[in-house]
């Protein structure tokens, strides 16, 4: 009895799975069946494959063709199948070579002519094939710059079914390798030098740079709110190859990847309207969950423009990732792991009328309370830094030249590199990621330190968790101030960071 063997993936969340593919022919009347819990899309795939293969002039089968999928217990969906299903069978029905196929992942949808069609996580689907062991890839040819970013395994790219059946037969030519690496120029980013006046908000935004905090800019519409978040971006240093990776493999799941340049060194920037749903901010979708905004700012910034205007369920969603750095999601078929280490920018006016000037609001103090109650306390608590931004007076408001984004990013290097220096055998990269046990015992701050903070303790003014994100950001005050460790002014700094007026 006729039997093939060939490999693909199958990803849950950015987690992926190898998947074995099991090709026997015969032992009952001519049709095709996919066991191994296919989801539609993927039994869909008897159709497409059928075709595929007769349009790219070889013969079905004519008798039972069982196509099993192992682990049989997991469900796998998709269309990135299609490749490997359509060789395995050619190699069952003996007109391919099966040496070849042996040890290679294939991933890729079939057009009814034959095509290769891209699919989504290409990039996370090498990396679980690499860590399965196998050797060799063939992926559609326009996802050769994605798939070229995996080390240790060749990659190969197929314009059409006929290329990689001709692959297996002999041809090295038949498919395409990668180009050679081209570095492309990262992505502009917005000066800080454009930002006039607001010196406050400058200052918390480089403090939030420093410690990867997370920051609250409230005022009148006008004043800078947006602009100030949309250069912090400039403010962080480049990703490590790790963090790329990671970046890159959300994206890649999410399909916004550029065709070109796949690879993201820049810490991503994610801004979504105040319409988007739930699920558009953490993810979701049927049968497995698909990422989210705040998945897709993982090492980056997720900017909430005019916060208020979310919604309490929307923002409420925010605080377990806040918290634990990444999301899971529980669906029908399976929970998808996402992670989610993102650095929160919230934006909103001072009231639902939003004058220039508080002194011209026309909202009632009910009206303003139920305004900014969408921000309920326990979210904000997770807030390090809160800002009131001044009104503008006047566009020549400062006289002197503002400071630029290189000048800023240059204090904010050296604190990050001695938080680095600080925290690294731990594993934390920033002092907003040091837990608070830790801030308390190994690095306990002496009383005297602590006196104000102590003291907002004992009143109520600040929670324990309100407490210990002061003493990160005291943290990285004390290394923008290159000093040894947190003075009491810099506990008091921080502390006014907190400030509720400040909303």
Request: hydrophobic fraction near 40%; aromatic fraction near 4%.
């Amino acid at each position: 009895m006729p039997l093939a063997r060939a490999w693909s993936v199958a990803l849950f969340g950015v987690d992926g799975v190898a998947v074995e593919i099991e090709a026997d022919i015969g032992g009952g009347r001519p049709r095709t069946q996919i066991v191994g819990l296919p989801d539609a899309s993927l039994n869909e795939a008897k159709e497409r494959v059928r075709a595929a293969i007769r349009n790219s002039s070889e013969e079905w089968p004519g008798e039972l063709v069982t196509l099993a999928l192992s682990p049989a217990a997991l469900p796998k969906g998709g269309s990135g199948y299609d490749l490997a299903l359509a060789c395995a069978v050619l190699v069952a029905a003996d007109r391919v070579p099966t040496d070849r196929l042996s040890g290679t992942v294939m991933i890729g949808e079939l057009a009814l002519d034959g095509r290769v069609r891209p699919v989504r996580g290409v990039l996370p689907g090498l990396l679980a094939a690499r860590k399965a062991g196998l050797r060799r890839a063939i992926v559609p040819e326009p996802a050769l710059p994605e798939a070229a970013l995996v080390t240790g395994l060749e990659i190969l790219g197929a314009r059409t079914l006929l290329d990689t059946l001709t692959w297996l037969r002999g041809d090295d030519a038949a498919l395409r390798t990668p180009d050679p690496e081209r570095v492309h120029p990262p992505p502009e980013i917005p000066d800080l030098r454009d930002v006039i006046g607001q010196p406050e908000a400058r200052w918390a935004l480089e403090v939030a740079a420093a410690g990867g905090h997370h920051i609250l800019l409230t005022g009148p519409p006008g004043t800078g709110k947006t602009m100030l978040a949309e250069r912090l971006p400039g403010l962080l240093p480049p990703l490590t190859d790790e963090q790329a990776l990671e970046v890159t493999a959300i994206r890649s799941i999410a399909g916004t990847l550029a065709p070109d340049s796949p690879l993201i060194t820049v810490a991503p920037f994610v801004a979504p309207h105040h319409s988007t749903s739930v699920s558009g901010l953490i993810g979701g979708g049927a049968g497995m969950a698909k990422p989210g905004a705040i998945s897709q700012a993982h090492h980056g910034i997720l900017f909430m423009d005019e916060a208020c205007e979310f919604g309490p369920h929307r923002l409420e969603s925010l605080r377990t990732a806040l918290e634990q750095g990444e999301i899971r999601l529980a669906r029908r078929d399976g929970v998808s792991r996402y992670p989610a280490n993102f650095q929160l920018v919230l934006a909103t006016n001072t009231c639902p009328c939003a004058p220039p000037r508080d002194s011209d609001c026309t909202c009632s103090p009910h009206a303003r309370r139920r305004y900014f109650g969408r921000l309920s306390g326990p979210l904000l608590d997770r807030v390090d830094l809160r800002v009131r931004m001044r009104p503008m007076t006047a566009m020549s408001a400062e006289l002197d030249t503002p400071e630029s984004t290189a000048q800023v990013r240059t204090r904010v290097d050296k604190a990050r590199r001695r938080a680095v220096e600080r925290w690294q055998q731990h594993g934390w990269l920033t002092n907003a990621q040091a837990p608070g046990p830790a801030l308390r015992r190994e690095f306990a701050l002496p009383r005297k330190t602590t006196a104000l903070l102590d003291r907002g303790l004992d009143i109520g003014a600040v929670t324990a968790r309100g407490a210990d994100r002061c003493l990160r950001v005291a943290w990285t005050l004390s290394d923008l101030a290159e000093a040894d460790r947190p003075g009491p002014d810099h506990v008091a700094a921080a502390l006014e960071f907190r400030d509720r007026r400040a909303v």
